[in-house]
């Protein structure tokens, strides 16, 4: 029982951090019809833009209640030209061009962002600086720490500001019109492709906050973190129903709980066959299920809710 | 001494009859004709040049390059005729490569010590088909949910499938070893040929053939096949209607066309070939680990392809030519040329050559969708200078 | 022929489509008309497989079909053109007359791979059979062009070549005369009436409301989804609830 609490607990936070990924690939996919590989490693560049600003200010002796906003605005900022960039260099040109020929430009800027990021951080594995005492509280025999609740409460409070953003405000309006008919919303004066560089640039934002999250976390972060986070995130996505706002928090929350009960539990459920390596295999087997039983995803395609 | 140089003049008869019959196709009239012996003279003699010219270790990389060939072709037929983007191609090939490797070495005497004390040891000839039949297999298991659905999602589906058969032959190695984990199976039985073995030197007719030429002779006799293949399905009702599917699948099946059907046999027949070019591979290094079979081997196959021009044989051929030997090139230039300029190698060539490719994929999709050498009478589906056919997928719908 | 029953399409909560009862007689040719947005390119796609039916069926020579695949239909006998043209268009001409021929051929892999006696013999009639409708159409010196290189009006033509190529019982033409000047129109005339000769039934959607008045036998108006009136020309154009639509409808 407190096994399984702990898992719940361990996959909500996941699934949370999954959700913010599975949003930037959803809300693009909602406007473009498009999906953004390259998604993933806006989150890697995210996290490590975090991480050496963060270490840098540290031993430049700024105090981490100062140092830690600074490089998360940092890496927010560095993300958000990333994502405008990509989308400025890689889709755009070719948004008229058949369907095979953005995945691959996509393809290759994931290539391009990895080496890069290999070339200046490195293969080895970076460790997130212990910033505060993390405490760690336990209830009902499970336990939880302070830098997971914060994951937590940060994830669902962003989720909350992005629905505001879209459903009540002139972007968010312009951002559906969009989603409905780019033809239209063109004529009826919304600038087409200033709604589409904010919402790349509103997805990298939150990918650069994920990117933290993932390596608060874990305590650690790699130049290669980005390409198995894409993979869940988009899974994660397409399980609530891609192009659909709370279908990827959903998804996301959904998907880290499936995959931290089934890596908690697979040993006994295959006796002893296999072992927790093979967590990873979790999101595709779903992503593969949800793709045979219900492609539209768990809440469909609703056009109101799309962004 | 004779018997082995009869046989293995047989073998190379044979092997010439199979190019002919290929090539007199493609030169047919008399000028052509020429054409095609000097090109088959070339070929042949193609290993002993290099050989001469670079050496031993450069035959193994023009080996490698025909392997690479067969890979891109293959992976031709699933994007460049259908249309359809495998993003996990290379897991194809790791089936038929393993495949072999747990049926031709000792490696399953440690799973099953009491069935097999002396591990497997299936002939080559019978393996690979039967490589290529697993590994169809996958793609028909995998291609089947997701062809109904728009491409992108066989693009993801087929990634993450890469990621999870490399994840299947690290860990299956506890509790029953059936992989070894990333040590990989070594010791695996070299192809041998009509009972001679290509993992030895032979003398035929005074001249000597070390190992490394007669696999070239081996994977130019299947790389030739494989084009073959390629172009006998490129002109003909099936390859027609990949190509409608391609360009228009509302409209292919408007007329007619079992898109899904068409669709999934173009993905099985590209995982096929790549099954089958896997058991070639493994016979060839003795050896597979799971370290070969990354995404970003995928990722440098569908480079080949989309670099030298999708849908076109001879393009796909330069491509994977030009990618195989690009990585050789950059150690042996970049290298030197850092070490002479800054004292140390800033960059390695592998993370260069990544940069390289990833470049390459977007500057070729921006620029020259087509291909550096797309074929004469058509630029293909991703023909640059016409929008039109994409704004038209939206109407049907409306 | 072709017999709808009381057909409804719904599009979220919005209603495309309903109660449609349309009967098309064999070898006539059968003209659908109706304001934009009236319904018509739904009705097609209904009766071409694209969409599925939110309600009612429809019967094609004697088979019932509710939620019939595109494939499935084509191979029944309907075939049909687009209204924004849909070519295959980096393939040339000709070999887009020779996907046509796809559903009555037969070679499979096998076939291609060993070019056999039977397989050489049904490429060399595929061939032929797509030369001759290429000239039939009018388009028979373009074969080896790129479909996008063709000219509209061609295109338009090769769409309909196509098509023919399936050999089917009911040609669907959507708007074939559109971006037409009047010579293409009178001899895009022509040839519908040459394939009307020919034994095949033709379902036309159409604005060039000349067009339709001068050519088809029957015509069914749709307005909002339904059917205001069905009948020969002369009287449908007296129709006082087609006049209505029409002066209400603006645009026409």
């Not at chain 3, 196509?162 to 293409?184: C, K, Q």
Request: charged share 15%.
């Amino acid at each position: 029982m407190e096994i399984l609490l702990q898992q719940i607990i361990n996959g909500l936070v996941q699934g949370s951090i999954y959700a913010l990924v599975a949003l930037g690939y959803t809300m693009v996919y909602g406007i473009l019809g498009l999906i953004n590989f390259a998604h993933g490693e806006v989150v890697m560049v995210g996290a490590m833009l975090v991480l050496s600003s963060l270490t840098a200010m540290l031993g430049w002796g700024v105090p981490p209640v100062l140092a830690l906003p600074i490089s998360v605005m940092l890496a927010i900022t560095g993300c958000m030209a990333l994502g405008y960039g990509i989308e400025r260099i890689a889709y755009r040109p070719l948004r008229h061009a058949p369907r095979l020929a953005p995945l691959i430009t996509a393809i290759g800027v994931s290539i391009v962002l990895q080496n890069l990021a290999m070339m200046i951080w490195g293969r080895d594995y970076h460790s997130f600086p212990q910033l505060f005492a993390n405490t760690t509280h336990s209830f009902g025999g499970a336990v939880i720490n302070d830098i997971q609740i914060i994951i937590f409460v940060m994830a669902v409070a962003i989720m909350a500001g992005l629905m505001v953003v879209v459903h009540h405000t002139r972007l968010g309006r312009a951002m559906r019109a969009i989603a409905e008919n780019q033809h239209a919303a063109q004529l009826m004066g919304v600038d087409v492709n200033r709604v589409i560089s904010i919402t790349f640039m509103l997805g990298s934002a939150m990918a650069a906050v994920a990117g933290l999250m993932v390596s608060a976390n874990y305590g650690l972060a790699h130049y290669y973190m980005g390409f198995l986070l894409g993979l869940k995130a988009f899974t994660a996505a397409v399980l609530g129903g891609i192009g659909n706002l709370r279908g990827a928090m959903l998804g996301g929350l959904l998907l880290g709980l499936i995959e931290s009960l089934g890596a908690g539990y697979i040993g006994d459920l295959s006796g002893g066959f296999f072992g927790s390596n093979y967590q990873d295999v979790f999101a595709f087997l779903v992503l593969i299920a949800v793709l045979v039983f219900r492609p539209s995803g768990l809440l469909g395609e609703r056009l109101a809710e799309r962004a | 001494m004779s018997r082995r140089s009869l046989c293995g003049s047989l073998r190379f008869g044979l092997l010439a009859t199979l190019l002919r019959g290929f090539f007199v196709m493609q030169f047919s009239d008399k000028r052509n004709r020429l054409k095609f012996w000097l090109v088959l003279a070339a070929l042949l003699l193609l290993p002993f040049i290099t050989d001469a010219l670079l050496g031993r270790s450069w035959v193994r990389i023009v080996d490698f390059a025909m392997l690479y060939i067969m890979l891109a072709l293959g992976l031709n037929i699933v994007v460049g005729y259908a249309g359809l983007l495998d993003l996990g191609y290379i897991a194809f090939f790791a089936v038929g490569a393993y495949c072999y490797a747990l049926t031709g070495s000792p490696h399953l005497a440690l799973a099953f010590p009491m069935m097999f004390p002396a591990g497997v040891h299936l002939p080559f000839w019978i393996v690979l088909p039967m490589a290529a039949l697993v590994a169809g297999g996958f793609g028909v298991l995998l291609g089947a949910p997701t062809l109904r659905l728009r491409g992108d999602y066989l693009a993801i589906v087929t990634l993450g499938f890469g990621e999870i058969i490399r994840i299947f032959l690290n860990n299956l190695d506890a509790p029953v070893n059936l992989t070894n984990g990333p040590q990989g199976i070594s010791r695996i039985d070299p192809v041998s040929v009509a009972g001679v073995s290509l993992n030895s030197t032979q003398h035929i007719f005074g001249i000597v053939f070390p190992a490394v030429h007669l696999y070239f002779y081996l994977f130019l006799a299947f790389t030739a096949l494989v084009v073959f293949v390629s172009r006998r399905l490129e002109r003909s009702r099936i390859g027609r209607a990949w190509m409608a599917i391609r360009e228009d699948e509302v409209a292919a099946s408007a007329m007619g066309i079992d898109t899904r059907n068409l669709k999934l046999l173009a993905f099985a027949m590209g995982a096929m070939s790549g099954g089958a070019s896997g058991a070639l591979f493994a016979g060839f290094q003795g050896f597979v680990s799971p370290e070969s079979f990354s995404l970003m081997e995928s990722v440098m196959v569908l480079c080949m392809v989309v670099l030298g021009g999708m849908g076109n044989i001879a393009g796909v051929i330069f491509g994977a030519i030009l990618l195989a030997l690009l990585p050789e090139v950059l150690r042996h230039i970049v290298v030197p040329a850092q070490q002479a300029l800054f004292g140390r190698t800033l960059v390695d060539p592998e993370s260069l050559r990544m940069l390289l490719f990833g470049t390459a994929l977007i500057v070729m999709m921006l620029y020259r969708p087509a291909g550096l050498l797309p074929s004469r009478v058509r630029r293909r589906e991703l023909g640059a200078d016409e929008p039109a056919a994409e704004t038209s997928v939206y109407d049907a719908t409306h | 022929m072709l017999r709808t029953s009381r057909i409804g399409k719904k599009f979220g909560g919005l209603s495309a489509l309903s109660d449609v009862t349309l009967h098309i007689q064999r070898g006539e040719i059968y003209g659908l008309i109706g304001p934009n947005g009236a319904g018509k390119t739904t009705l097609f796609n209904v009766l071409t497989g694209l969409y599925q039916p939110s309600a009612g069926e429809f019967q094609f020579n004697g088979a019932h079909y509710r939620a019939g695949k595109p494939h499935v239909l084509a191979r029944a006998g309907i075939a049909r053109t687009f209204q924004n043209i849909r070519l295959f268009a980096n393939l040339t001409a000709l070999e887009n007359v020779m996907i046509g021929r796809h559903v009555r051929t037969r070679a499979g892999v096998f076939g291609a791979l060993l070019r056999n006696r039977a397989t050489r013999d049904e490429e060399r009639a595929i061939t032929e059979r797509s030369r001759e409708l290429l000239s039939y159409v009018g388009v028979g010196k373009s074969g080896q062009t790129l479909a996008k290189h063709l000219s509209y009006g061609e295109q338009r033509r090769l769409e309909i070549a196509r098509a023919l190529a399936t050999d089917p019982l009911l040609l669907a033409l959507d708007e074939p005369a559109a971006g037409m000047n009047a010579t293409e129109t009178a001899s895009l005339k022509t040839l519908l009436q040459t394939i009307r000769g020919s034994g095949i039934t033709v379902l036309l959607i159409e604005h060039d409301v000349k067009l339709i008045m001068g050519l088809c036998d029957r015509v069914a108006v749709l307005d909002y989804g339904r059917k205001i009136a069905e009948g020969v020309p002369e009287q449908v154009r007296k129709d006082p609830a087609v006049i209505a639509a029409y002066l209400g409808g603006g645009d026409e």
